[in-house]
């Protein structure tokens, strides 16, 4: 960090300081618009070209009861002049909108941390709803804390006055006042916030030009108060040459979904029902008919998936998304696509769990349902997504499978991913993969007979062709019955059911995927930490640090966990010690221990919240010590 005084301002203006990174914890009641003000921080900090990760945390209730802990909601902002792999463990800055933000969120400010407080909230009312015996900002409790009192609704109210909104119309726009005091404290631009606003409330004028104006009164108020003697200054990231927006998990699933159709010059049919936290694909694919996609909003779960497999036996690419309640239901149909051997892909954003579980909070315990959940021998190609924008290339990467080996594919996305957010470098589009088919024209049958027979295989990728319904010459028989090879007809042969359950699961054990790809950079590493899924970034930020000890260590990610990467046997018998962590109770841990006997340590969290950095960090260092790097 740091300090630059000659910046040309007028003496008793605020220092201006320059940091390197910075985390910023929007926190309020579900209805004071936390979501929306990180949101466009987020936006502005994306367009002055900052790296950036996000991490929203609401509650499931549509509105939980106003002023208590169980309605509070945040949005937690990371943003640097460098990249960066997490949302941050802590915020260096907490705005507090009321008692409940105040108590849930204090806990993770380190002392020194900036503290923003709507005092209009912090009555007698207000703090007994969520158990404060005494106001925090009259006793000594925040001591450790650069606290700044600021009244947002009151100076709201009175910077609309002249509007001729209502009293709380006008207070709804408080949120609007502390995005404008944020965004002068760190010289953020202002005129992207004020155009989105006007068309976001393009129907309703008055009150886009209220949020204007609280957003403005918020900016002014920073720069006429005394009460904050700094401002700072993040400056631009220096990333990979190209053109980048900021992105969402859930919408680059969508992107990568409506690229790969363009791709496989086929027709995407989204056949789903919405389910937190995986209904923004669905939102977003509606939008892009355009592209050949048509989306259905089915009436439960099974339907969903029962017209996105019919639409692949009409020769599109079916897709089905959901979460983890979702895939039990889907779990029939997902062993008829097994059986029928047709390309579908199955999106799972993960969520707390069992049964409804935490829906808005994240998890990543679905990995033993996607590999086991199904009845009789039903193997399933497994694909994870490591970060928001990973999230393109995981969906590309799904459809080539599903589409090259005629199989359905799961994709293991989760609720940190498909709500936060990160800079996406916009790919060449010249520059994706061809992932075309060729449908079967001809009879095949082997016999002489003229006949087409559904099941006999490529040599190499042990796919079964692919014929669209009423192809003259292609009439053939599916269904979820056990097939005879080649012929496809009904058998109920037992050496023909034994061959036909080998050749399934050689499919998919023969699926081509990359070799692990393991980050050691000295190459004296003892201790080897594994992941996959979102995990990848405190992971990675917690290698980071463990090696600015000195302490050396080896960290390899996984994208497809069925089948495994060739080489990742012998990548983890390199190591004196394994270690796993994962938001689940040891999935992956307990599978690589059954496939290579190797003794994978788990270090696991179900707490509907994402590992921290500095916790892995400890376990790190712990464990490399103990090997005694």
């Not at 068309?199 to 005394?226: C, H, M, Q, S, W």
Request: proline share 7%; aromatic share 6%; charged share 20%.
């Amino acid at each position: 960090m740091t300090t630059d005084l000659g910046n040309g301002a007028a003496p008793g203006a605020p220092e201006t300081r320059k940091l390197d990174r910075v985390v910023i914890r929007f926190a309020g009641d579900s209805g004071d618009g936390m979501q929306l003000t990180g949101d466009r921080f987020t936006s502005e900090a994306a367009a002055f070209g900052n790296d950036l990760a996000t991490q929203p945390n609401f509650p499931a209730e549509i509105r939980a009861p106003q002023g208590t802990l169980p309605g509070v909601s945040s949005f937690q902002l990371h943003f640097a002049d460098y990249d960066i792999l997490t949302p941050g463990d802590r915020p260096d800055v907490l705005v507090a909108m009321n008692p409940a933000a105040l108590k849930a969120n204090i806990r993770d400010l380190p002392k020194g941390g900036i503290l923003i407080v709507n005092t209009d909230e912090f009555n007698k009312r207000n703090l007994t709803k969520v158990g404060y015996a005494a106001n925090p900002l009259e006793d000594d409790s925040l001591a450790d804390f650069q606290v700044h009192e600021v009244a947002m609704a009151t100076i709201t109210i009175g910077a609309l006055e002249e509007t001729g909104l209502g009293k709380k119309d006008a207070e709804r726009a408080k949120n609007m006042f502390a995005l404008g005091l944020l965004s002068w404290m760190y010289h953020r631009p202002t005129e992207g916030t004020e155009r989105f606003l006007r068309e976001k409330f393009a129907k309703k004028p008055d009150i886009a030009e209220a949020n204007v104006l609280a957003f403005r009164a918020g900016y002014y108020y920073g720069e006429t108060t005394e009460s904050f003697a700094v401002t700072y200054e993040v400056a631009p990231a220096k990333l990979n040459t190209g053109t980048y927006r900021q992105i969402t998990g859930n919408t680059a699933l969508a992107y990568g979904l409506v690229a790969a159709g363009q791709q496989a010059r086929l027709p995407i049919v989204l056949g789903t029902y919405p389910i937190t936290p995986a209904s923004d694909i669905l939102h977003e694919l509606s939008k892009h008919k355009n592209f050949g996609i048509t989306t259905l909003q089915a009436e439960d779960e099974i339907a969903g998936i029962g017209a996105a497999l019919g639409a692949s036996y009409g020769g599109a690419l079916g897709v089905t998304s959901t979460s983890g309640p979702g895939v039990a239901l889907k779990s029939e149909t997902i062993g008829l696509a097994v059986m029928t051997e047709l390309p579908l892909l199955i999106i799972d954003v993960q969520r707390g769990g069992p049964s409804t579980g935490l829906p808005t909070k994240t998890e990543q315990a679905d990995l033993l349902q996607a590999m086991f959940g199904r009845n009789g021998e039903s193997p399933v190609p497994i694909v994870a997504p490591q970060s928001p924008s990973d999230c393109f290339d995981a969906a590309m990467d799904a459809v080539r499978i599903a589409l090259t080996y005629r199989t359905p594919v799961l994709l293991l996305s989760d609720g940190a991913i498909a709500n936060g957010s990160e800079p996406w470098l916009i790919p060449d589009v010249d520059e994706l993969p061809d992932l075309s088919v060729e449908f079967a024209t001809e009879p095949n049958a082997t016999d002489g007979s003229g006949e087409f027979w559904p099941y006999v295989r490529d040599p190499e990728t042990l796919a079964r062709p692919w014929a669209i319904p009423g192809t003259p010459g292609l009439q053939h028989r599916i269904g979820g019955l056990e097939k005879a090879e080649n012929t496809g007809n009904i058998s109920y042969e037992p050496e023909n059911h034994d061959r036909m359950v080998r050749l399934r699961q050689a499919k998919v054990d023969g699926i081509e995927v990359p070799d692990a790809v393991v980050d050691d950079p000295t190459g004296d590493a003892k201790v080897l930490v594994v992941g996959w899924g979102s995990s990848y970034g405190p992971i990675g930020a917690a290698a980071r640090r463990v090696r600015k000890l000195g302490l050396p260590v080896a960290h390899v990610h996984l994208r497809h966990l069925n089948p495994f990467p060739k080489n990742l046997g012998d990548v983890l018998s390199r190591y004196d010690k394994v270690i796993a962590p994962e938001m689940n109770l040891g999935q992956l841990a307990l599978l690589l221990r059954a496939k290579y006997l190797v003794d994978v340590q788990s270090y696991t969290k179900v707490q509907g919240l994402p590992f921290k950095a500095e916790e892995l960090q400890d376990v790190l260092a712990d464990v490399i010590k103990g090997v005694g790097a």
